[in-house]
């Protein structure tokens, strides 16, 4: 629409310490028309209410946190990432699925906005499984040290299956210690889950033996696979990545990123196309909130929808493992895709 899109934020503007005066800048000094991509749900949430107070669409929130659906509450906020509910669900259903007879879970997290969502989450399913709900340890966002106390006590409940939404580093230090505890407690065999956003070779490879055979997820193309290479969009965005940095990893958050970057693009074309007479801003978050699109990097028979009885793009995803002494992620079962049954998330008053 005549109009240039240009990067005007640097990534490391928006780490763990975000704050109202960054967003301040770039709203009334540089007047942009959008923010999008911000990482982490205490981040986005920080800005949430002032953007909806100022109408600026706050869009593709790189998190997974029920909020980012709140359409009549925070309408100008749309998220990117799998639901956490999504994502503990299909954990569940895949759990049930491969051990009819699971009756016991543990849940670890962290203890912030992000890993409450989660148990949150993954309370109300389990009941709704009639599984029960043996033991449930935290870990405080600023420890890094290994938790063995937590896994001492998860071990000792001895649960069928184990969530575990550690944030960062702390994906290592889970799956290291996770080791350490199963090495000590033979029969002590869960079936363990991590969250998606853990779902990083780096993160995995780190961990050593007791990362093997632990589960996680994602509903995009795994990049690091050399067996995808080939594949035109994972060619495109490699290209792309290397010309930046040859020596950093493709995989994570830098995919998440290049996935905002494309609904950002595809929001606006849809934008221009809706409001030929110019971009506004309201344009920009009705064009978002009514997008049917599929990114490059989508699983296969996934697509990114949104429309007014349903607040959120990504609701379909792939269960994986972490297959130790190959390290790649390996496929269980098949993409598991709920498009349209998730709505809109309505806070507790």
């Known amino acids: 629409n005549g109009q240039t899109l240009v990067p005007i934020v640097k990534d490391d503007q928006y780490t763990a310490d975000i704050t109202k005066t960054n967003v301040d800048s770039l709203v009334f000094d540089d007047e942009v028309a959008l923010l999008s991509g911000i990482i982490g749900s205490p981040n986005n949430a920080a800005i949430q209410a002032a953007m909806t107070a100022l109408c600026v669409p706050q869009l593709w929130a790189a998190t997974g946190a029920p909020s980012w659906g709140a359409v009549d509450v925070y309408p100008w906020t749309t998220g990117l990432l799998v639901p956490y509910a999504v994502e503990s669900r299909v954990f569940l259903e895949y759990a049930t699925g491969e051990n009819p007879d699971v009756a016991t879970a543990a849940l670890f997290y962290v203890n912030n906005e992000f890993g409450q969502a989660y148990a949150e989450a993954f309370k109300a399913q389990v009941e709704e499984f009639g599984i029960e709900l043996v033991a449930e340890e935290t870990i405080d966002v600023t420890d890094s040290g290994a938790p063995s106390g937590q896994l001492t006590n998860i071990a000792a409940a001895n649960p069928d299956i184990v969530l575990a ?19 000590a407690n033979p029969d002590f065999a869960p079936a363990v889950y991590q969250t998606a956003t853990c779902a990083n070779q780096l993160f995995f490879g780190a961990a050593g033996a007791g990362g093997d055979g632990v589960l996680t997820s994602s509903n995009l193309v795994d990049v690091a696979n050399p067996e995808n290479a080939s594949l035109p969009a994972v060619s495109t965005y490699l290209e792309a990545f290397t010309s930046v940095n040859a020596d950093a990893n493709p995989a994570g958050i830098a995919v998440a990123g290049w996935l905002a970057g494309e609904m950002t693009v595809a929001t606006l074309k849809k934008a221009a196309e809706d409001c030929p007479e110019g971009i506004t801003r309201a344009c920009i978050i009705n064009a978002a909130r009514n997008i049917d699109v599929t990114p490059s990097l989508f699983r296969e028979g996934l697509s990114a929808v949104m429309n007014a009885g349903d607040g959120f793009i990504a ?23 709920v498009e349209g049954t998730t709505g809109v998330y309505t806070p507790a008053s």
Not at 315 to 337: C, H, K, L, M, R
């Open 165 to 183: 939404v550690p944030l960062g580093a702390q994906c290592i230090a889970f799956m290291t210690e996770l080791g350490n505890v199963k090495a």
């Open 315 to 337: 609701e379909g995803t792939q269960i994986i493992s972490w297959d130790a002494a190959n390290q790649v992620f390996v496929d269980q079962g098949d993409v598991i895709d």
